[in-house]
């Protein structure tokens, strides 16, 4: 009676149907587009770890990093809608439409049902021992006098950080070289040795090395200064007004999950955002608990697509 009881409650927790031999086959998974060692990859790692203790179940972390996202997002696009395949996105999930309309097998909205933000983390330029510079206008000087511009990494093209920088470069009226990544963690470990000049990155991608002396921040493309990094002025502060980038990470559904599904997710992400050790755990690694739930999130992720559409086609971007 207890086991029977143990089991309904997991099924209930997060919608992981097909119990008994189905479960034995399968298990619950959360895909990520990119490499292991990224932000993406480090919030949806601690996610699973919460999911899995909330459920008693292993979630099973899934990277499948490629054309910014787009191999992880058509798997879980393609996925039975049960609740056992969910997909870890960030904002480069707004920039698919833009880059790869021909080649989508999935409609980047009516394929999924959002279910919540679950952190969040602001953009930061940064520069590594290729480009010794201390401050926003020292950085602009010597990148101006760079004979073939400088160089710059992403976690690839058309991903949030690509789009910032593009948009940054469009503001400065800068010559800049792009050198795509499958994902944060190479194109940082190759600005760490000097490959790279610099990288408009995500602070969790950044956080320990900016800490360490080995990489320098110089200014936050935030409103107001981050905690996470105090010392750091806004791109407004170091002098270049209008610059603005925001950074989410969330948890998608594919599109036909049960109601009961979603607002059992809904209630674990939330429980995650709320927990003192997630927030520590989060800040951490440069990033800040969020909880922008359901429909709220459907129309955020709506809106910056058709915002990142234009702005893509304004910058002439499109997938190599």
């Given at each position: 009676m207890r086991h029977a009881f143990r089991t309904t409650l997991l099924a209930a927790a997060l919608g992981f149907a097909a119990i008994g031999a189905a479960q034995a086959q399968s298990q619950p998974r959360l895909v990520i587009g990119f490499a292991a060692g990224g932000p993406t990859d480090l919030v949806a790692r601690a996610f699973a770890e919460h999911l899995g203790r909330a459920t008693g179940q292993t979630v099973i972390v899934e990277n499948r990093p490629g054309a910014n996202a787009l191999l992880a997002t058509e798997a879980v696009a393609a996925a039975r809608p049960d609740g056992q395949?969910?997909?870890?996105?960030?904002?480069?999930?707004?920039?698919?439409?833009?880059?790869?309309?021909?080649?989508?097998?999935?409609?980047?909205?009516?394929?999924?049902?959002?279910i919540c933000t679950i952190a969040s983390s602001p953009t930061v330029l940064v520069v590594g021992p290729g480009l010794p510079v201390k401050t926003l206008p020292e950085f602009l000087e010597r990148v101006r006098s760079k004979p073939g511009g400088a160089s710059y990494g992403t976690p690839g093209q058309g991903s949030s950080p690509h789009l910032a920088t593009e948009a940054f470069r469009k503001l400065t009226g800068l010559s800049l070289v792009h050198v795509p990544y499958k994902g944060a963690a190479p194109a940082i470990t190759d600005l760490l040795g000097g490959q790279i000049d610099f990288s408009m990155a995500t602070a969790g991608s950044v956080l320990p090395h900016l800490k360490s002396g080995k990489l320098h921040a110089l200014a936050v493309a935030s409103r107001e200064r981050s905690s996470l990094l105090p010392n750091v002025p806004t791109f407004e502060e170091a002098g270049l007004k209008g610059f603005v980038v925001d950074t989410w990470y969330g948890v998608l559904a594919p599109a036909g999950v049960p109601a009961e599904t979603v607002a059992s997710l809904e209630r674990?992400?939330?429980?995650?955002?709320?927990?003192?050790?997630?927030?520590?755990?989060?800040?951490?690694?440069?990033?800040?608990?969020?909880?922008?739930?359901?429909?709220?999130?459907?129309?955020?992720i709506a809106t910056e697509i058709v915002a990142n559409t234009q702005l893509a086609q304004q910058l002439g971007l499109k997938a190599d």
């Open positions: 395949t969910l997909l870890a996105a960030a904002t480069n999930h707004t920039m698919i439409p833009a880059l790869y309309a021909g080649r989508m097998k999935f409609d980047p909205v009516k394929s999924f049902r959002p674990q992400a939330v429980a995650f955002a709320k927990s003192p050790a997630v927030r520590d755990r989060l800040q951490a690694v440069g990033m800040e608990p969020a909880s922008l739930c359901g429909d709220t999130f459907a129309q955020q």
